[in-house]
């Protein structure tokens, strides 16, 4: 499972795919759900929109149904945001409350070591 967040100074997002793999090797994808929000009327920062995004990406995840989740193998979470990644993947209480509250619903949904930026997956095929 796939799950993609992203945000904008309008709204805010995610969407779900399954992948799998047969044992020939052949690979197939499906969507599976996907939910949006507009953004506030206050504004807000970019990074606080995108960690919007990503809880309604961890939301996701938690109300798929029971047997659903028993196909996944694992669950793979992507963001844009290296920002927003690194307020996922560390302790809720160095930040403030805004940005605590939503890194703890977050990490109560999914599994730290397996949130990605998509700049992350540029920059090692631009190394590699």
């Not at 793999?21 to 929000?37: D, H, L, Q, Y």
């Not at 990406?57 to 690194?86: N, Q, Y």
């Not at 940005?99 to 977050?106: D, L």
């Amino acid at each position: 499972m796939h799950i993609f967040c992203d945000s904008s100074q309008v709204a805010y997002g995610a969407v779900a795919y399954f992948r799998w793999e047969t044992t020939s090797g052949e690979v197939g994808v499906r969507f599976v759900m996907a939910k949006s929000r507009l953004a506030p009327l206050k504004k807000l920062s970019l990074p606080r929109l995108e960690l919007r995004g990503a809880l309604v990406g961890a939301k996701l995840w938690k109300h798929l149904p029971v047997g659903f989740k028993s196909l996944v193998k694992r669950v793979v979470m992507w963001t844009d945001s290296e920002i927003c990644l690194h307020w996922i993947k560390s302790s809720a209480t160095e930040w403030k409350q805004f940005v605590s509250n939503r890194v703890v619903e977050i990490q109560d949904c999914v599994v730290l070591d397996r949130c990605h930026t998509t700049a992350q997956v540029w920059r090692t095929r631009l190394i590699g």
